[in-house]
């Protein structure tokens, strides 16, 4: 054909929908792909290349593996422009020379948006309902049963409410807890139905002083160009302040400590108190203890409330989350398309989801769940203009990205693929019920990204039937 091999790559990056960054140990871009530019508002990718990534990317995780020289797998990043991603970042050598670091990441703002959406709506309608607002917790009567036990009590104490702090792994469900014991707050009376929520992501500052300034609000004249501005501790009074990643909040712990202890605030550069009545939750996935002030701690920490990892939860709750998310799925496809589905997983396909290994828990559980419904369902561009007819989409083991339940996926060098927990045999297995011999099986696998000869497959089919 005559291409190139770098302008064959250069293609092959450029229609990918993840956005790629290379940059060298300077921290300066040195290569990006067209989703990139598209992520950071670049006209054209070349634009980015020799400048400082920081100035797309203000929390770019690749400098942290220039700066640890480890890789990161599914971290995720919200930057300032409220656009959040996953991210997956390792250090580049060349001929054993460290260079610099890649990151590949996706954009999941809609899914965070369409979740907290769905989130919120549930426990909208349990409040107008009546009901019992934990009611919406998957395990409310088992694993999560004294964790919920511990958010009524710190709201409804006869001498509260108490202030409490969450702890949990990344993706367990911090958030929706501290949301419904807002909501419990208002449905017990102890809050007033108008009272706010204020969600404080305590990561997103990096600069402290400004953190500090938004946090605890201005007064006029505290610098030059400072306006009277309340801050977020302020708009929380006679509400709820929920401080999420909280443990980032190491500037200017003894202010809150003053507000838990007297009730009162005082403004960057003011002079006034100003009396505040709320309810603080922080939320973390450290340890406060060793994060926070000892006296900020005890205060802060009436009530430590802890959230199982998606691990130590039993398989008829990962079922039961199986089948709401793929709900969600469903109700999205209606809203944005109007398109009726019908879900149906095989229990190969089950039983890969429902015991792979994830490290960002319930969130990134969702996440896979909903890549595999993605790659079984047909493109909206295929549906029939006049579709009103129910579309049944069974998802298989192929469909499934098991890449994004690896956790070391991301490598500078190819690694063979992990057969952990038999994924693989099962996928072998569906495939050749399907009618697949040992050769199409390899192919397929390899264009989901498996690295697997069609020699390991009869080997294992031939493995496979002796053990059966």
Same mark, same amino acid.
């Given at each position: 054909?005559?291409?190139?091999?770098?302008?064959?790559?250069?293609?092959?990056?450029?229609?990918?929908?993840?956005?790629?960054?290379?940059?060298?140990?300077?921290?300066?871009?040195?290569?990006?792909?067209?989703?990139?530019?598209?992520?950071?508002?670049?006209?054209?990718?070349?634009?980015?290349?020799?400048?400082?990534?920081?100035?797309?990317?203000?929390?770019?995780?690749?400098?942290?593996?220039?700066?640890?020289?480890?890789?990161?797998?599914?971290?995720?990043?919200?930057?300032?422009?409220?656009?959040?991603?996953?991210?997956?970042?390792?250090?580049?050598?060349?001929?054993?020379?460290?260079?610099?670091?890649?990151?590949?990441?996706?954009?999941?703002?809609?899914?965070?948006?369409?979740?907290?959406?769905?989130?919120?709506?549930?426990?909208?309608?349990?409040?107008?309902?009546?009901?019992?607002?934990?009611?919406?917790?998957?395990?409310?009567?088992?694993?999560?049963?004294?964790?919920?036990?511990?958010?009524?009590?710190?709201?409804?104490?006869?001498?509260?409410?108490?202030?409490?702090?969450?702890?949990?792994?990344?993706?367990?469900?911090?958030?929706?807890?501290?949301?419904?014991?807002?909501?419990?707050?208002?449905?017990?009376?102890?809050?007033?139905?108008?009272?706010?929520?204020?969600?404080?992501?305590?990561?997103?500052?990096?600069?402290?002083?400004?953190?500090?300034?938004?946090?605890?609000?201005?007064?006029?004249?505290?610098?030059?160009?400072?306006?009277?501005?309340?801050?977020?501790?302020?708009?929380?009074?006679?509400?709820?302040?929920?401080?999420?990643?909280?443990?980032?909040?190491? /500037?200017?712990?003894?202010?809150?400590?003053?507000?838990?202890?007297?009730?009162?605030?005082?403004?960057?550069?003011?002079?006034?108190?100003?009396?505040?009545?709320?309810?603080?939750?922080?939320?973390?996935?450290?340890?406060?203890?060793?994060?926070?002030?000892?006296?900020?701690?005890?205060?802060?920490?009436?009530?430590?409330?802890?959230?199982?990892?998606?691990?130590?939860?039993?398989?008829?709750?990962?079922?039961?989350?199986?089948?709401?998310?793929?709900?969600?799925?469903?109700?999205?496809?209606?809203?944005?398309?109007?398109?009726?589905?019908?879900?149906?997983?095989?229990? /190969?396909?089950?039983?890969?989801?429902?015991?792979?290994?994830?490290?960002?828990?319930?969130?990134?559980?969702?996440?896979?769940?909903?890549?595999?419904?993605?790659?079984?369902?047909?493109?909206?561009?295929?549906?029939?203009?006049?579709?009103?007819?129910?579309?049944?989409?069974?998802?298989?083991?192929?469909?499934?990205?098991?890449?994004?339940?690896?956790?070391?996926?991301?490598?500078?060098?190819? /690694?063979?693929?992990?057969?952990?927990?038999?994924?693989?045999?099962?996928?072998?297995?569906?495939?050749?019920?399907?009618?697949?011999?040992?050769?199409?099986?390899?192919?397929?696998?390899?264009?989901?990204?498996?690295?697997?000869?069609?020699? /390991?497959?009869?080997?294992?089919?031939?493995?496979?039937?002796?053990?059966?």
């Amino acid at each position: 054909m005559g291409i190139e091999k770098e302008a064959l790559y250069k293609v092959i990056l450029d229609n990918m929908p993840e956005g790629i960054n290379v940059i060298d140990s300077e921290g300066c871009i040195v290569y990006a792909n067209k989703a990139s530019a598209k992520y950071a508002h670049a006209a054209d990718p070349a634009d980015m290349f020799g400048k400082p990534i920081t100035r797309y990317y203000s929390k770019a995780a690749v400098l942290e593996v220039i700066s640890t020289r480890k890789s990161m797998n599914d971290v995720k990043i919200t930057h300032a422009n409220g656009r959040t991603f996953i991210v997956n970042a390792f250090p580049v050598y060349f001929e054993e020379v460290f260079f610099g670091g890649v990151a590949s990441f996706r954009d999941i703002t809609e899914i965070e948006e369409l979740s907290k959406k769905m989130e919120s709506l549930e426990l909208e309608l349990a409040l107008s309902q009546g009901t019992d607002i934990f009611d919406i917790f998957i395990g409310k009567s088992c694993s999560l049963k004294g964790a919920i036990d511990k958010a009524q009590r710190s709201i409804a104490a006869i001498g509260g409410p108490r202030h409490s702090i969450i702890l949990g792994e990344t993706g367990t469900g911090k958030t929706m807890l501290a949301k419904a014991m807002y909501y419990f707050a208002k449905k017990i009376k102890v809050i007033k139905p108008d009272a706010p929520f204020i969600e404080v992501n305590c990561a997103q500052f990096t600069n402290p002083d400004i953190a500090v300034m938004e946090v605890f609000g201005t007064e006029k004249g505290a610098y030059t160009g400072a306006t009277d501005k309340p801050g977020l501790v302020e708009l929380a009074n006679k509400g709820v302040l929920f401080l999420d990643e909280a443990h980032a909040l190491v /500037q200017h712990q003894t202010m809150l400590l003053k507000l838990i202890e007297s009730g009162t605030i005082r403004r960057i550069g003011g002079r006034t108190e100003r009396e505040l009545d709320l309810i603080i939750i922080a939320a973390s996935s450290k340890n406060l203890k060793k994060e926070f002030l000892p006296e900020l701690y005890q205060r802060i920490a009436q009530y430590q409330i802890d959230i199982p990892p998606l691990r130590e939860r039993s398989d008829a709750e990962r079922e039961s989350m199986l089948n709401y998310f793929a709900g969600q799925y469903i109700l999205r496809a209606k809203e944005r398309n109007n398109v009726e589905l019908q879900i149906v997983f095989t229990s /190969q396909a089950k039983e890969i989801l429902l015991h792979g290994e994830y490290e960002r828990n319930i969130r990134q559980f969702r996440d896979v769940i909903f890549a595999s419904i993605d790659a079984a369902a047909p493109l909206v561009s295929n549906l029939p203009y006049d579709s009103k007819n129910m579309i049944k989409v069974l998802v298989l083991a192929v469909h499934i990205p098991l890449t994004m339940l690896e956790s070391d996926s991301w490598k500078a060098e190819p /690694q063979p693929e992990p057969d952990t927990d038999g994924l693989i045999d099962l996928k072998i297995k569906e495939l050749h019920k399907n009618g697949l011999g040992p050769r199409k099986i390899a192919s397929e696998m390899q264009k989901q990204g498996y690295s697997i000869e069609y020699y /390991q497959v009869a080997y294992k089919l031939k493995k496979i039937r002796y053990e059966s």
